[in-house]
């Protein structure tokens, strides 16, 4: 290798920027990590991943809930549930904090780096910071954000070999495979493999087309074939894949739900920016560039759960056209090669881990009280209430405190119809449906949150008694169970 052709590798290697950003960025999260910890399916996540590491096999049908129990379930995010119930169970809530936090850290970092082959520093700074914004509403200790470096990375490497005209390396295998044990969005980086690949056919010579289109394609079924390495093997796609056929109720679902323009929103921000760097700049792309920018941004108009894909995607395709409009990539912060970059990215992570254990050591990390109705179930406990219509968020909860919910955050195992009958009835939009839905399923008791229209019925229906309530949940009980 010639030194000229060896000269941008050391300028890489004595890159700290990514690992200086990543540190930070840890930090951050780590000082909010009771942000983290606001989502109900987090509780249900480490209820499954202990039962996998209990069982030592992973679930095939549900045994968790009270209308679905027995039915088809897959756990395609099984090794992320093992790795939350691991930390859970040595370090209480300051695991999953710092798994999480740690997670979305190297994305970062990752990103970064990527866009580092492109860009100036601030360049790359203002992409990664509008990155981490968008995504913000759903970092959370959920199995998503888990793969969230395994989605940078492999997005990062199929774009950087489209960028040389070339198929990705078969090394890079391992990364879906990686990413279909600890989360069902990997269907995103096979599909990606075919949108990025077309980019790197319409860069190439005519005479090399047929030839790369071989190699992307071999690399296609390769990584189909690495993603079922799982233990479900190829029923894993089908699983992730299911979700998708929940139709209508994505409209009712919060992470599902189209993003929404009626205030403003990084988001909005986001497509005005897009929108002004192309009319500023006259930034110029390849149709295939173009198709992929106008694919993830359908993706995340239609569900805001794909904003921080958004976020990923955009800049890492438009990183290499804007290169030259924008400022090239220099040499900030960038130190010797060899021992001394090695010692300082040691200090850096040092730095790190202490200041985890003295924060952790002085913290008390508390799941969101929000989230988990605990005197309100208490209550249910004391009373003996064995099958309980309850609020979407409070599944999890229930699960944990080994009480079968109605409902819980596995969408795919209730399915498109019964979430629509669900949430009508909730919602108070189908009052009937709703009496219907308790009397039919033997409801003897509701745990609902105080703002529920079904808690504001039932107050006015006969036979039901409210006696419990406080901020966070509503107890009703039936007086009697209807006669059959």
């Known amino acids: 290798m010639t030194t000229a052709a060896s000269l ?96 979305i850290a190297l994305a970062v970092g990752l990103l970064l780096a990527f866009l580092q082959r492109h860009l100036d520093l601030p360049y790359a700074l203002v992409f990664c910071l509008l990155a981490i914004t968008l995504a913000a509403p759903h970092l959370l200790a959920r199995p998503h954000v888990l793969a969230f470096p395994v989605m940078v990375a492999w997005s990062g490497a199929l774009m950087a070999a489209a960028d040389r005209g070339r198929a990705p390396s078969f090394l890079l295998l391992p990364l879906i495979g990686l990413w279909a044990n600890l989360h069902g969005g990997f269907v995103l980086g096979l599909a990606l493999i075919g949108a990025i690949g077309l980019e790197s056919l319409w860069r190439a010579a005519p005479a090399r087309r047929l030839a790369l289109a071989m190699r992307w394609t071999l690399f296609g079924l390769a990584a189909l074939a690495a993603s079922c390495c799982t233990p479900y093997g190829v029923e894993t796609v089908m699983g992730a894949v299911r979700i998708l056929s929940l139709g209508k109720s994505f409209s009712v679902i919060a992470e599902w739900r189209p993003a929404d323009f009626s205030a403003f929103s990084p988001f909005a921000g986001a497509l005005l920016g897009l929108l002004g760097l192309a009319l500023m700049r006259g930034v110029s792309l390849l149709p295939p560039r173009v198709l992929l920018i106008l694919v993830v941004t359908w993706m995340a108009l239609a569900h805001v759960r794909s904003i921080e894909t958004f976020g990923v995607i955009v ?170």
């Not at 605990?374 to 309850?390: G, P, S």
């Not at 019964?418 to 033997?442: P, S």
Request: glycine share 6%; aromatic share 10%; hydrophobic share 50%.
């Open 8 to 103: 941008p590798i050391a300028r890489r290697q004595r890159n700290l920027a990514p690992l200086c950003v990543a540190a930070a960025t840890y930090l951050l999260l780590l000082v909010s990590g009771d942000h983290l910890l606001n989502d109900p399916d987090t509780l249900w996540q480490i209820k499954v991943g202990q039962w996998i590491l209990d069982h030592r096999a992973v679930p095939w049908t549900d045994f968790y809930s009270l209308t679905r129990q027995g039915e088809v379930w897959l756990s395609t995010s099984w090794l992320s549930q093992v790795l939350f119930a691991t930390v859970y169970a040595h370090w209480g809530w300051a695991g999953p904090v710092v798994l999480t936090a740690t997670a």
């Open 315 to 484: 800049p890492l395709v438009l990183a290499q056209p804007l290169s030259g409009r924008i400022g090239p990539a220099s040499d900030a912060l960038r130190i010797a090669p060899g021992m001394p970059a090695a010692l300082t990215a040691l200090a850096i992570v040092t730095a790190a881990t202490s200041a985890t254990a003295a924060f952790a050591a002085h913290h008390v990390f508390e799941f969101s009280a929000a989230q988990a109705p605990v005197t309100a179930v208490d209550v249910l406990t004391e009373r003996k209430a064995a099958r309980i219509f309850n609020s979407y968020g409070f599944g999890g909860y229930l699960i944990v405190r080994d009480i079968r919910p109605f409902v819980d955050g596995r969408s795919e195992l209730y399915g498109e119809k019964f979430l629509m009958d669900y949430f009508a009835a909730e919602d108070g939009r189908d009052v009937t449906g709703l009496l219907r839905m308790l009397d039919d399923n033997g409801i003897d008791a509701t745990l609902l949150t105080p703002d529920s229209p079904a808690a504001q019925v039932l107050d006015h229906i006969k036979g039901w008694t409210r006696v419990y309530a406080d901020k966070i949940a509503v107890i009703h009980v039936r007086a009697a169970l209807p006669s059959k």
